[in-house]
């Protein structure tokens, strides 16, 4: 076959949306698709604050880190992991990154429609029935089986014009990307079709959480050799990527011409051997306000199935905020200790009883509090914290989860 040199990838400066300077914080609407702060109060009594400034300076921080040409892509798929993906990309790109990623084309599509113009890549392959979307709205498709490739091919032809794509190759996760064994293959595939440029080469390390796992130098190999056979039959991209946010701290080695930060940017560690390695806030705090405050008398019970019970008085606070927002119902308690706790004028106070859709409960015990005093479920109050890994530790889970599962009925309050 001819050989055939990839493209090197575009770059473009975004417009970011410009920032107040005066403090106000400026409340977004639940359901405001562009992330902008907003003037109207929060819809409801339970929120998540989205420190912007935090954002800038974990990125800062992150690209200091990075090889001198390593460029840095901000991963906001899933929303920006419950963060807010519009308000979250301009921050990043306002700090240095230079590319977004992303997994579904609707999530690319609501960052344009914002008037962000950086590069955004689709890390998974895009459906046929958005294929075309996505090349209306000059988003990056991925691809990594025949079949996905023919689909760019076609929807290049209807766009009458090239299209630069990111192979994704599997170095040894076995989830997605073009087997090594298969990449001759894949190159025959792809001699069918002159519409698509191979602009780069990528692959995922399996261990996303312990860069120092023998398996990750393993892998680096096996990206050595998928470049080699590329090469070897006329393909030779222009730029490569692998790290992810734990390489792009401890891995110079797999920098390559870009890192893919995802869960480090929010603030949150990669895995516990990761814990400290580098100084970084946490974006997202989780609120509410009390919504109702009563004295329940010894031995009375608390919500559905009445399984926690007050062995003495206690002060019941009811949290307007349960499973349908995000809340596991996990995180309830019956006779046994209690998985999670939450801040009232910066104390501890255990989660007790059956988490309901709606609502949670907690027991202040001979302490009280106020209808409408603020509640601390992920955050600082006072000198007490309650962190994202902290519940992920009560339910056997990791921090990406707690924060990614926070939904869409809690609005984003941005500050910063």
């Avoid at 880190?65 to 807010?84: C, D, I, R, S």
């Avoid at 344009?112 to 392959?125: K, N």
């Avoid at 949150?268 to 004295?295: F, H, N, T």
């Avoid at 059956?354 to 409408?372: H, I, L, Q």
Wanted: contains cysteine; aromatic residues 6%; hydrophobic residues 45%.
């Amino acid at each position: 076959m001819a050989a055939r040199r990839g493209c090197r990838p575009r770059f473009r400066a975004c417009r970011a949306a410009p920032r107040e300077r005066d403090g106000v914080d400026r409340r977004p609407r639940a359901d405001d698709p562009r992330g902008r702060r907003m003037t109207e109060p929060v819809p409801r009594p339970a929120w998540a604050e989205i420190d912007l400034g935090a954002v800038r300076r974990n990125v800062a921080r992150i690209g200091e880190k990075l090889n001198e040409n390593t460029q840095f892509m901000a991963v906001v798929k899933a929303n920006a992991y419950g963060h807010g993906d519009v308000g979250v990309a301009r921050a990043a790109l306002e700090a240095g990154a230079t590319w977004l990623g992303v997994i579904l084309v609707e999530e690319g599509v609501r960052l344009r429609e914002a008037g962000i113009e950086a590069p955004i890549l689709l890390l998974h392959e895009a459906p046929v029935e958005r294929i075309d979307e996505a090349l209306a709205n000059d988003l990056t498709p991925c691809v990594f089986t025949e079949k996905g490739l023919w689909l760019i091919g076609e929807a290049a032809d209807r766009a009458h014009r090239p299209v630069g794509a990111h192979l994704k190759v599997d170095t040894g996760m076995n989830r997605l990307g073009v087997p090594i064994d298969h990449i001759e293959d894949f190159a025959r595939a792809l001699a069918k079709e002159p519409r698509v440029e191979i602009e780069a080469i990528y692959s995922h390390f399996a261990f996303a959480d312990a860069p120092d796992n023998p398996f990750i130098s393993e892998q680096l190999s096996r990206f050595a050799d998928a470049c080699d056979r590329l090469k070897a039959v006329g393909i030779e991209p222009a730029f490569r990527h692998m790290a992810n946010s734990a390489a792009a701290l401890t891995r110079p080695d797999a920098h390559f011409d870009m890192a893919r930060v995802g869960i480090a940017m929010y603030g949150l560690s990669p895995g516990p051997k990761l814990d400290g390695i580098l100084e970084l806030e946490p974006v997202m705090s989780l609120k509410a306000r009390a919504a109702m405050v009563k004295r329940v008398p010894a031995g009375e019970a608390v919500s559905y199935g009445l399984r926690y019970k007050l062995r003495r008085p206690g002060t019941i606070v009811s949290i307007p905020l349960g499973y349908a927002d995000g809340w596991p119902r996990a995180l309830g308690s019956g006779r046994g200790a209690s998985k999670a706790a939450v801040l009232i004028a910066g104390k501890r106070y255990p989660a007790v009883g059956t988490v309901c859709m709606d609502a949670f409960m907690v027991d202040m015990g001979d302490d009280s509090c106020d209808v409408g005093d603020e509640v601390v479920l992920i955050g600082s109050q006072g000198k007490e914290r309650i962190s994202a890994d902290d519940l992920a530790s009560a339910l056997g889970t990791i921090n990406y989860e707690v924060v990614t599962r926070i939904s869409s009925r809690i609005p984003r309050v941005y500050r910063g």
